[in-house]
């Protein structure tokens, strides 16, 4: 079918930019309502724009994920608006990677708000969401974007690898008690991505290994995220693809 997400409700978080701007298109696209968060209003008005022109559905609510009421806030919103979400895409993340001897705490700070705390209250909001939806028989899925970072060994990525793999390994842990009751859990971990993700570096010599790895390789677009995340969730329910690795063919 053309419309194979029909009747779901997705929230995407960190959709203002990049793979999850990209992926509530996608979302979108094929027949979801789709929530956008982040914190820039403009950008999500945008994508919903976006995403109404194309003849879809989307709501924009700004909210920054590391503040744990204004997410329990915004899951409310939800359910009042479209009723329980039954896709949640929890993408939000920083990549601030530095040589540790700089001591850059600021920045290893901000990862683990963000990576890690922000994350989680996504997953404390949405969870009854996926669950009653789960129960209601209809496909549950939670998507957790980790990165090749969370297994690979690359040198000023400690703090950002620390929180990937945490990411990486909570997801399989969580699988154990929500896959039971037909919540979908999975994480992707891509390689390279051609997003803004790297200009937020603020270690000049970070900034030109980031550039250095960048350079000549034709990397992922946001697209082939959002492929594969749409890809994931239409699969049929019983279906779990838990650990979806994708990489530019290019990259070593
Ligand atoms: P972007 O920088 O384009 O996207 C990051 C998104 O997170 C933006 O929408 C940003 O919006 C949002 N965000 C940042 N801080 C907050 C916050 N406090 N509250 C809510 N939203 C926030 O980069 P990507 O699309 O590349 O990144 C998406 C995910 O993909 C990240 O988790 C990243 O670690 C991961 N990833 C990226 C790879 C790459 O090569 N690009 C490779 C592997 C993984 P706003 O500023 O408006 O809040």
Redesign the pocket.
């Known amino acids: 079918s053309g419309s194979p997400l029909t009747g779901r409700v997705a929230v995407v978080?960190?959709?203002?930019?990049?793979?999850?701007?990209a992926t509530a298109e996608r979302l979108a696209e094929l027949g979801a309502t789709v929530v956008v968060?982040?914190?820039?209003k403009d950008?999500?008005q945008d994508v919903v724009h976006r995403i109404e022109a194309a003849g879809g559905t989307a709501l924009a609510l700004p909210?920054?994920?590391?503040d744990r009421a204004a997410v329990q806030t915004v899951a409310h919103q939800v359910a009042d608006r479209f009723g329980h979400a039954d896709l949640v895409f929890n993408?939000?993340?920083?990549?601030l990677i530095s040589g540790i001897e700089e001591l850059k705490v600021d920045d290893w700070q901000r990862q683990i708000?963000?990576?890690i705390t922000?994350l989680m209250n996504v997953i404390a909001a949405f969870l009854p969401h996926l669950t009653d939806s789960a129960q209601q028989g209809k496909a549950a899925d939670l998507i957790n974007?980790?990165?090749?970072?969370a297994t690979r060994i690359l040198e000023k990525f400690s703090v950002?690898s620390g929180t990937?793999a945490y990411i990486s390994h909570l997801t399989r842990l969580l699988r154990v008690e929500l896959g039971p009751k037909m919540v979908r859990v999975a994480t992707i971990?891509?390689?390279?991505?051609?997003?803004?993700?790297?200009?937020?570096v603020t270690d000049p010599d970070a900034s030109r290994l980031m550039a250095d790895l960048i350079h000549d390789i034709d990397?992922?677009q946001?697209t082939d995220?959002a492929e594969t995340v749409a890809f994931m969730a239409a699969l049929p329910r019983h279906v779990n693809l838990t650990e979806i690795t994708i990489m530019p063919t290019a990259q070593a």
């Open positions: 978080s960190g959709a203002s930019s990049g793979m999850g701007a968060l982040a914190r820039r950008k999500l909210v920054d994920v590391t993408n939000a993340g920083v990549q708000d963000l990576n922000g974007t980790s990165s090749i970072a950002y990937k971990e891509p390689g390279m991505v051609d997003t803004e993700l790297p200009d937020h990397c992922l946001s995220i």
